[in-house]
């Protein structure tokens, strides 16, 4: 989606660098081949003991040509590669087959109202905010798919549910990209936008011909910007989030921009806030230092979508600041309880949340690894006070009941989590921590207090169920002056995926080892990439590894060739003799779209995943080529002819 994430808001970047870093480019400069070969050493460098090293360096042993890769492991991508995508269809490798599935304004629930696309200039024609609120909404993001029983049932028959980041305007009221001018919105307009925002969870089902169908389900439930919700962990209550509307700071309404997510052991979906800055609008005035410095570094106006004209809730005032501090949280929904209310859990932390994924560490504790989606911000991650069943035993949230962490990576390669404890370290009342609320609705300003890494837009992050690898991607950072080690190209213009393993394989670890997977962009060398020139890519976002250790790969933004933006999948048990994965390119979208979510049923024979806000930029009539020129953000349902697993 198009947003601000590529304006700095962190003022530690500015700072002149560690002399560590300085003295390990420079070491690398040295070695020769400038950042090339830079590259090829940081990638070669793992020195923890992970699958990828050890075969990297039996390859290194054998190596005959540059790429030459290792045997022996199972080849995980056995399909052929599709080439770079352009056009207004999505591709797919030979003897796979791609149906797009759950289209915005699908209908799921109540009356069920058939999707009608808006008309210029404006309404009547298209579905009303009722309507929407019953309907798939749009720009479709990360989602899970929950089986709904256990064994070759759960392949048949589940819930889907899908994050609905945001909404092209223009597309949403008038059938065509032209956004209608502000003075023109409606109450009902922005209500319409609010029901396009939030989560969908629909029943889904395969009939008898094998095809999924949607199914009139008990649990078919929209959430939306205007979903009452309460807040739980330490900044339940605090005096940041209270507001005219909610003196008590515990009932929040709603959710907004909700890009990647998560999903927990018992059952439940994460839904992550993102860019929810930007839709408020920022009235002048005198704001306390404190209020200023948390517009200042969330970046807080912008009045996206229009919504202060007809909803009061996202104007900010010096006399009612607080609304945004109760955005930028990770939601937790139970999609088989219907009449639940979401919990916005404000233990793990208040950033751009991209995702929040879920890993079970030793001695049963959970871990939620997470980005903060902005140039120069943090990677997180959050460990559960105890064994995540024996809490919930106790009827304890182990989303509550934990301690928030921030990364720092070391030029060496090892690398440290930074506890974002009020009273520890420099979070004291002096340098502005009252409390641990505090440090929690600044996560940002606390994360730079601690001396956390600032990184290249940090997006989604996913553990190898495997060997325990866990994986970032950073997108891009065209505004990089100053590499550090775990960003070292400046500008980085494609984004990379860096990697670690805690120490000792125990996720609940204060320390890591990390390296660099890979480097993306055109290839072969060019502007500092490792990847091979036939596998290119840009702005990796979208990441997932599968049961079997592929890890996929989907990309927001710049793509080399100019081409649509797309999913690969690599394997990190095959590398050449610089350690670099083998590639292999599995989908591309459609003009204008991005490639986001992915997720297999537990047989990993039907892939679902998203073409988000197609026609963003330029001319786009998918999925429904004859039915409606309005270009819709659908599911893209994906499965092997032969019935086989997906990627196999
Ligand atoms: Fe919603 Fe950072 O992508
Ligand atoms: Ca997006
Ligand atoms: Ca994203
Ligand atoms: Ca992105």
């Known amino acids: 989606m198009l947003d601000n994430d590529d304006i700095a808001r962190n003022p530690a970047a500015d700072r002149p660098f560690n002399d560590i870093v300085e003295a390990r480019i420079s070491r690398r400069s040295a070695m020769g081949g400038g950042l090339a070969a830079a590259a090829a050493f940081l990638a070669g460098s793992a020195a923890f003991g992970g699958v990828a090293s050890a075969d990297m360096r039996k390859t290194a042993r054998g190596a005959g040509g540059?790429?030459?890769?290792?045997?022996?492991?199972?080849?995980?991508?056995?399909?052929?590669?599709?080439?770079?995508?352009?056009?207004?269809?999505?591709?797919?490798?030979?003897?796979?087959?791609?149906?797009?599935?759950?289209?915005?304004?699908?209908?799921?629930?109540?009356?069920?109202?058939?999707?009608?696309?808006?008309?210029?200039?404006?309404v009547p024609g298209g579905n009303t905010a009722a309507d929407q609120a019953q309907q798939i909404g749009m720009d479709h993001d990360g989602m899970h798919y929950f089986p709904l029983e256990r064994g070759q049932g759960g392949n048949e028959r589940g819930l889907l549910v899908v994050n609905q980041e945001a909404t092209s305007e223009g597309y949403l009221h008038t059938g065509t990209l032209t956004d209608p001018n502000r003075g023109a919105y409606t109450a009902d307009m922005v209500l319409k936008s609010q029901n396009a925002h939030g989560v969908s969870v629909v029943e889904i089902a395969r009939d008898d011909n094998g095809e999924w169908q949607v199914v009139?389900?008990?649990?078919?439930?929209?959430?939306?910007?205007?979903?009452?919700?309460?807040?739980?962990?330490?900044?339940?209550?605090?005096?940041?989030?209270?507001?005219?509307?909610?003196?008590?700071?515990?009932?929040?309404?709603?959710?907004?921009n909700n890009c990647a997510h998560g999903y927990t052991p018992w059952g439940t979906y994460l839904t992550c806030e993102e860019n929810f800055n930007g839709y408020f609008r920022l009235d002048p005035g005198a704001y306390s230092d404190e209020h200023a410095e948390l517009n200042r570094r969330y970046g807080v106006g912008g009045d996206r979508n229009h919504w202060s004209t007809h909803d009061g809730r996202f104007v900010v005032t010096p006399a009612n600041p607080n609304e945004p501090n109760r955005f930028g949280w990770v939601v937790e929904i139970d999609p088989f309880t219907p009449d639940s209310t979401p919990v916005k859990r404000t233990a793990l932390g208040r950033m751009k949340h991209e995702g929040a994924f879920v890993h079970t560490s030793k001695g049963g504790r959970v871990v939620v690894y997470m980005g903060d989606d902005q140039v120069n911000e943090y990677v997180?991650?959050?460990?559960?006070?105890?064994?995540?069943?024996?809490?919930?035993?106790?009827?304890?949230?182990?989303?509550?009941?934990?301690?928030?962490?921030?990364?720092?990576?070391n030029e060496d390669g090892s690398g440290e989590w930074l506890p974002l404890v009020h009273g520890q370290g420099p979070l004291t009342v002096a340098n502005g921590f009252a409390d641990q609320g505090d440090v929690l609705v600044k996560t940002r300003q606390a994360g730079t207090a601690l001396g956390a890494t600032p990184m290249?837009?940090?997006?989604?992050?996913?553990?190898?169920?495997?060997?325990?690898?866990?994986?970032?991607?950073?997108?891009?950072?065209?505004?990089?002056?100053?590499?550090?080690?775990?960003?070292?190209?400046?500008?980085?213009?494609?984004?990379?995926?860096?990697?670690?393993?805690?120490?000792?394989g125990d996720h609940a670890s204060t320390s890591f080892e990390?390296?660099?997977?890979?480097?993306?962009?055109?290839?072969?060398?060019?502007?500092?990439?490792?990847?091979?020139?036939?596998?290119?890519?840009?702005?990796?976002?979208?990441?997932?590894?599968?049961?079997?250790?592929?890890?996929?790969?989907?990309?927001?933004?710049?793509?080399?060739?100019?081409?649509?933006?797309?999913?690969?999948?690599?394997?990190?048990?095959?590398?050449?003799?610089?350690?670099?994965?083998?590639?292999?390119?599995?989908?591309?979208?459609?003009?204008?779209?991005?490639v986001t979510?992915?997720?297999?049923?537990?047989?990993?024979?039907?892939?679902?995943?998203?073409?988000?806000?197609?026609?963003?930029?330029?001319?786009?009539?998918?999925?429904?080529?004859?039915?409606?020129?309005?270009?819709?953000?659908?599911?893209?349902?994906?499965?092997?002819d032969d019935g086989g697993e997906v990627g196999s």
């Open 66 to 122: 540059r790429h030459s890769r290792g045997r022996g492991s199972r080849d995980l991508l056995g399909y052929n590669a599709v080439p770079l995508g352009y056009g207004d269809d999505v591709q797919v490798p030979d003897g796979y087959t791609a149906r797009p599935f759950i289209p915005w304004g699908t209908p799921i629930l109540g009356s069920y109202p058939a999707f009608v696309p808006g008309t210029p200039p404006l």
């Open 216 to 256: 009139r389900s008990r649990y078919n439930r929209r959430i939306t910007a205007n979903t009452p919700m309460t807040f739980s962990g330490p900044a339940a209550g605090h005096r940041l989030v209270r507001t005219s509307a909610d003196a008590t700071g515990t009932t929040p309404l709603g959710t907004v």
């Open 380 to 409: 997180y991650k959050f460990v559960s006070a105890g064994n995540a069943q024996s809490l919930r035993a106790r009827r304890r949230s182990p989303l509550d009941d934990g301690t928030l962490y921030v990364a720092r990576f």
């Open 456 to 504: 290249d837009r940090p997006e989604w992050t996913s553990v190898d169920p495997r060997t325990g690898l866990v994986y970032v991607t950073l997108t891009n950072n065209t505004s990089r002056t100053t590499p550090n080690a775990p960003n070292p190209r400046t500008p980085n213009r494609w984004g990379h995926i860096v990697r670690w393993q805690e120490r000792g």
């Open 514 to 594: 990390w390296d660099i997977f890979v480097l993306a962009g055109p290839g072969d060398g060019v502007d500092g990439s490792t990847v091979e020139s036939e596998d290119a890519f840009g702005s990796p976002d979208g990441l997932w590894v599968d049961p079997d250790s592929r890890v996929w790969i989907q990309t927001d933004g710049s793509q080399p060739g100019a081409a649509n933006n797309q999913m690969l999948a690599a394997n990190p048990n095959n590398t050449d003799v610089r350690g670099v994965p083998d590639i292999k390119r599995f989908f591309t979208g459609v003009t204008g779209s991005e």
């Open 597 to 640: 979510g992915v997720i297999t049923t537990p047989d990993q024979r039907t892939m679902f995943t998203n073409v988000q806000h197609p026609g963003e930029n330029g001319e786009s009539t998918w999925p429904h080529h004859d039915d409606f020129a309005t270009p819709r953000s659908a599911t893209v349902i994906i499965t092997k």
